[in-house]
């Protein structure tokens, strides 16, 4: 588990295919004491297994189902790729749950630069777009933002100035693909609409009688 507020921005020192696997060697600046192998590290948003350590940054493999869904399999040499370590039980959650299962892949439709900060558009596909909320939350290239507004197709973001200086989001340009999680809480509040409430005596629908009981409303 993550809280989209990025550590470091690291670099793809090599990337090797493996099968149907891509093993992505990673230098960066990140405190890697008490790492272990086996331990979780988000790349782009991507939660990755460490499979390898050095004192100059660490190496993860990325499996077929991940390169699907995100943009992870458009890796290569020199890349800039947004770092964060896993949440430990006694860190403040500054940002949002984040858990580095990217839901998919959108792309940047607009940049707009001003003086104190960015703002950039996102096109997503309609399974993203329908948990994407105004002032809710989002995942950019793990990421935690505030989404400002949004439609059925696109969603607006504003990046502030210490973002901006300390992930790779500003260096998108148009066109671009990023790696988009949505937020957990949406998707399981659809699921239990879906499949309903527990009862006493099994699984039901909901009601407006349900909800009154509960007081929903």
Do not use: W
Request: hydrophobic content about 35%; charged content about 25%; aromatic content about 4%.
């Amino acid at each position: 588990m993550f809280t989209g507020l990025i550590e470091d921005v690291g670099t793809i020192k090599k990337v090797d295919k493996k099968g149907n696997f891509v093993s992505l060697l990673i230098g960066c600046n990140l405190d890697l004491t008490g790492t272990r192998i086996g331990d979780s590290i988000a790349v782009d948003g991507v939660c990755l297994t460490v499979v390898e350590l050095s004192s100059k940054g660490f190496r993860v493999e990325v499996s077929p189902e991940t390169l699907h869904r995100s943009n992870l399999r458009e890796m290569m040499e020199r890349r800039k790729v947004n770092l964060e370590r896993a949440l430990r039980l006694s860190d403040r959650l500054g940002g949002h749950i984040v858990l580095g299962h990217a839901d998919g892949i959108g792309k940047i439709k607009e940049v707009s630069r001003d003086v104190d900060s960015v703002s950039i558009s996102v096109s997503a596909p309609e399974q993203i777009m329908k948990y994407v909320i105004e002032k809710g939350s989002v995942a950019i290239d793990g990421i935690s933002l505030t989404v400002n507004e949004c439609n059925e197709k696109e969603f607006g973001i504003t990046i502030i100035p210490h973002t901006a200086s300390h992930t790779t989001l500003c260096e998108k340009n148009v066109g671009d693909s990023v790696n988009i999680e949505n937020d957990i809480i949406g998707k399981y509040v659809e699921r239990f609409l879906i499949k309903g409430s527990v009862k006493e005596d099994g699984y039901g629908d909901i009601s407006m009688e349900f909800l009154s009981k509960h007081g929903f409303i």
